[in-house]
C-alpha cells in the first residue's frame, strides 16, 4: 500500500495521470503533468514501492548529488501530488509515473487504493501516440470517456480501440472495474518529428483540460516553445524535399477532411480559452 503522508481534507478532487513509456509519444503526456505540478505548485504527498513494479536493468535508478552535497539513488517510480489551484473550486491529484514492467493490476489497484483513500471523484489519464498528422496544423486530440454521462457532457465518444494497450488503458480499465468516472485524452504526435519534446502536443492537452475544468491554467512558456518547436520542425523540413513533399500531402488530407464547422468550433473553443486567460490574468 502507498503511505499518504500530510494530506489534508480535499474538495471533490479529480486526478490527472500520465505515464512515459509505450503510452507518451514524445513525452507529451507525462509533460503536460509536469507542467500542472509547477504550475499549480503541487506537493508530493506519496509515491508507490518501485521493487515490484519496475525492473531496474530496463529503467535504471539515477545517482546524484543532492543540495547537501551527498550523493543519492533515485530510484524509477509513480509519484503522488496534490494541489489546489486558485481558479478551481475543487482540488487535483497528480499521478506521475513510468509505465511499470510488472504486474500492472496490482499497480493499477494500490494507484486508484490511494485515489479512492484521497476522496477521487473522477479520473482523467493523458496520452499521446505517433500519427499521420502535419506538425502545421493543430495537434488531433481524441477523448474518450468511460460512462454515458460523460460521453453526452463532455461530447467525447466510447472508445472502439481493438489491439495492444499500455498502462494507461489498463488502468482506464481498472477505473471501470471499481464504478470510477474516468475520461481519457490522447494527443497524436507527427510521427516523423517523434523524438521528445512536443511542446505542441503537451499544449493541446492542456487545452482540452481547460475545456474539461471550464478555466484558464498558466501556460507559461508553452507558447512558444510550441511555435519554437513547430519552426524548427518548418526549417529540417525545408532541408529535405522528400520531407517536404510528405508534409504538404498530409496538409491536403487534413484539409480535404477537416469540415469547415469542426474548424470553426475549434476557432470558437480557442477563443474561449483565451478570454478565461485574460479573465484569469486580470
Known amino acids: 500500500m502507498i503511505e499518504l503522508e500530510g494530506v489534508p481534507d480535499l474538495v471533490d478532487p479529480v486526478v490527472i495521470a500520465a505515464f512515459e513509456g509505450w503510452n507518451d509519444a514524445a513525452d507529451a503526456a507525462s509533460s503536460a503533468v509536469d507542467h500542472l505540478i509547477k504550475a ?14 519496475y525492473d531496474f536493468q530496463v529503467n535504471r535508478p539515477v545517482v546524484g548529488i543532492d543540495d547537501q552535497g551527498h550523493r543519492r539513488i533515485t530510484w524509477p517510480s509513480t509519484q503522488i501530488a496534490i494541489a489546489s489551484p486558485p481558479t478551481l473550486d475543487r482540488d487535483i491529484i497528480l499521478l506521475r509515473g513510468i509505465e511499470p514492467n510488472m504486474r500492472w493490476r496490482q499497480f493499477s489497484a494500490e494507484l486508484l487504493a490511494a485515489c479512492e483513500e484521497l476522496g477521487a471523484q473522477l479520473v482523467v489519464t493523458l496520452g499521446a501516440l505517433l500519427a499521420d498528422t502535419p506538425h502545421t ?40 472495474q471499481l464504478d470510477m468516472p474516468a475520461v481519457s485524452y490522447w494527443a497524436a504526435v507527427p510521427h516523423y518529428v517523434a523524438q521528445p519534446p512536443c511542446p505542441k ?50 496538409e491536403e488530407t487534413r484539409d480535404t477532411t477537416d469540415l469547415p464547422e469542426a474548424s470553426g468550433e475549434a476557432i470558437a473553443r480557442e477563443f474561449e480559452r483565451y478570454l478565461k486567460r485574460r479573465q484569469g490574468d486580470a
Open 201 to 250: 502536443a503537451t499544449l493541446a492537452l492542456i487545452g482540452q483540460l481547460e475545456d474539461l475544468f471550464e478555466t484558464s491554467i498558466p501556460l507559461g512558456d508553452l507558447p512558444e516553445d510550441a511555435r519554437a518547436w513547430e519552426r524548427g520542425v518548418d526549417e529540417l523540413a525545408q532541408e529535405d524535399e522528400d520531407v517536404a513533399d510528405y508534409v504538404r500531402s498530409l
Open 137 to 176: 496544423r493543430p495537434i488531433p486530440v481524441t477523448g474518450t470517456a468511460s460512462e454515458p454521462e460523460l460521453i453526452d457532457r463532455l461530447k467525447l465518444e466510447e472508445s472502439t480501440y481493438e489491439g495492444p494497450t499500455g498502462i494507461v488503458g489498463v488502468f482506464q480499465d481498472a477505473c471501470t
Open 40 to 53: 499549480w505548485g503541487a506537493r508530493i504527498v506519496g509515491v508507490i514501492d518501485p521493487e515490484d513494479f
